[in-house]
């Protein structure tokens, strides 16, 4: 029986791997202009690592992990997303220890066993963008700065960036109480996890997806109203660098991110014409993960794109790139040096193509065309004979007849 790939995961095709080898080459240039340096973690760790950072009552840790023990006995899993691990390597290499100020990216394929649909995979990839060292509002306003300019960049138009402020652990502690009290009170019409959240974590009632749960949460209690006076002041100021910088925000109240480790600022980036999965990029403040996970005080802050949501919305296909050159050769002899011409010209960065069936000519043009290719080396007895090959211009449906001996000298001048 025909094996297929696995349900949420996908084969990226070419000529759809150039889409996506733009957008990574795109990110790598933006971001090392922005002083990040890239980072690349393993795609296993602890699972440990996941449930203490991201939190147990989450969805991404409660019910979306691929986790398992290995032969060793070990439970591990497949990186839902990269902050974790990006905190851990931080931590581990003691990349602080200079200067705790770190500016770093990653790109890769991340895990969660959601239910697919339009813009949601079980293998998805992001671009990962984590700052450490930073605890000045600037960083905030920056960061969310690189986001925008790379989806413009990229070409993305129609988006929106909503912000939140998420508060410290010292004004999430009255608040949760008030949460918890107003979730008390709504009890019986809160499903079984939305109960259960109310006890251990009430904030984690925000991401639930009921209907019914999302009727009470429209009315609950928010952050924003129990801010302490540091974090009214932060967020204060990331807005008005926000507003120094003319980028548009929404204030968006209810946006709670679905994962525990952010403080203070917290951002989505959301586009239209994706339906409901219409995040493209998010990310937030985590002034306290690096020493909850055993390092020291340092702040941090970062955000995530959604490589196949971008892709969803991305307007343009970058044209495919033909080969520069094809060589129709005609008889085996020619064809044999065209297989060594093209090796040296490709070698020479001039892309290059040829038939190696000996095919007869009109076949080769057609293959050329097929191709894309902007030019066609014609070279067969005749063109042997008068020591001239026949350069055909596909684009300007042009030809002209280029002394053998020197063809090589003028592709790699139209290179
Ligand atoms: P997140 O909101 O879980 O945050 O994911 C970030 C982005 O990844 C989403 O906005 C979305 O575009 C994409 N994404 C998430 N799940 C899926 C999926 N199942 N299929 C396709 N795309 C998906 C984080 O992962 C944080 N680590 C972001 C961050 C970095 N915060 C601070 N630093």
């Given at each position: 029986m025909e094996i297929k790939v696995i349900k949420g995961f996908k084969d990226i095709l070419p000529p759809e791997t150039k889409r996506w080898r733009m957008l990574e080459e795109s990110a790598r240039e933006?971001?090392?202009?922005?002083?990040?340096?890239?980072?690349?973690?393993?795609?296993?760790?602890?699972?440990?690592?996941?449930?203490?950072?991201?939190?147990?009552?989450?969805?991404?840790?409660?019910?979306?992990?691929?986790?398992?023990?290995?032969?060793?006995?070990?439970?591990?899993?497949?990186?839902?997303?990269?902050?974790?691990?990006?905190?851990?390597?931080?931590?581990?290499?003691?990349?602080?220890?200079?200067?705790?100020i770190a500016k770093l990216y990653s790109i890769g394929p991340m895990f969660r066993h959601e239910r697919p649909a339009k813009g949601r995979f079980r293998q998805?990839?992001?671009?990962?963008?984590?700052?450490?060292?930073?605890?000045?509002?600037?960083?905030?306003?920056?960061?969310?700065?690189?986001?925008m300019h790379?989806?413009?960049?990229?070409?993305?138009?129609?988006?929106?960036?909503?912000?939140?402020?998420?508060?410290?652990?010292?004004?999430?502690?009255?608040?949760?109480?008030?949460?918890?009290?107003?979730?008390?009170?709504?009890?019986?019409?809160l499903c079984e996890d939305c109960r259960r959240r109310t006890e251990?974590?009430?904030?984690?009632?925000?991401?639930?997806?009921?209907?019914?749960?999302?009727?009470?949460?429209?009315?609950?209690?928010?952050?924003?109203?129990?801010?302490?006076?540091?974090?009214?002041?932060?967020?204060?100021?990331?807005?008005?660098?926000?507003?120094?910088?003319?980028i548009a925000y929404e204030l968006n109240p209810r946006m709670v991110r679905g994962l525990d480790y952010y403080t203070?600022?917290?951002?989505?980036?959301?586009a239209g014409g994706l339906g409901a999965q219409n995040t493209v990029g998010a990310g937030g403040r985590y002034d306290h993960l690096v020493a909850e996970l055993g390092g020291p005080d340092i702040p941090g802050i970062g955000f995530a794109i959604g490589m196949e949501r971008l892709l969803l919305i991305l307007p343009h296909e970058p044209l495919p790139r033909?080969?520069?050159?094809?060589?129709?050769?005609?008889?085996?002899?020619?064809?044999?040096?065209?297989?060594?011409?093209?090796?040296?010209?490709?070698?020479?960065?001039?892309?290059?193509?040829?038939?190696?069936?000996?095919?007869?000519?009109?076949?080769?043009?057609?293959?050329?065309?097929?191709f894309g290719a902007r030019y066609v080396l014609i070279i067969g007895e005749d063109e042997q004979r008068t020591g001239k090959a026949i350069l055909r211009d596909m684009q300007e449906g042009k030809q002209e007849e280029i002394p053998i001996p020197s063809i090589f000298e003028e592709m790699v001048r139209r290179r």
């Open positions: 933006i971001l090392e202009g922005f002083g990040c340096s890239e980072i690349r973690v393993p795609i296993l760790e602890k699972a440990e690592l996941f449930s203490r950072s991201i939190g147990e009552e989450t969805d991404i840790v409660g019910k979306e992990m691929y986790s398992f023990e290995d032969r060793s006995g070990d439970v591990v899993t497949m990186r839902p997303e990269a902050t974790a691990s990006i905190v851990r390597a931080y931590i581990e290499h003691k990349m602080y220890a200079a200067d705790p998805f990839h992001q671009i990962n963008v984590e700052v450490f060292g930073i605890s000045h509002p600037m960083i905030d306003a920056e960061v969310m700065t690189i986001l790379y989806l413009s960049i990229v070409g993305i138009t129609g988006y929106t960036l909503q912000i939140n402020s998420l508060g410290c652990p010292r004004c999430r502690l009255p608040y949760k109480e008030s949460l918890r009290a107003f979730l008390s009170d709504h009890l019986p019409r251990q974590n009430p904030l984690r009632t925000f991401d639930c997806k009921i209907q019914g749960c999302q009727d009470i949460m429209s009315k609950a209690p928010i952050v924003s109203d129990y801010l302490c006076t540091e974090c009214t002041e932060h967020f204060a100021a990331v807005r008005s660098y926000l507003d120094d910088l003319e203070k600022t917290a951002f989505e980036v959301v033909g080969p520069l050159l094809f060589i129709a050769a005609l008889g085996e002899g020619l064809q044999r040096e065209a297989f060594s011409l093209s090796y040296k010209l490709n070698r020479a960065g001039v892309r290059t193509m040829i038939d190696y069936e000996g095919r007869s000519l009109k076949a080769q043009m057609r293959r050329a065309d097929k």
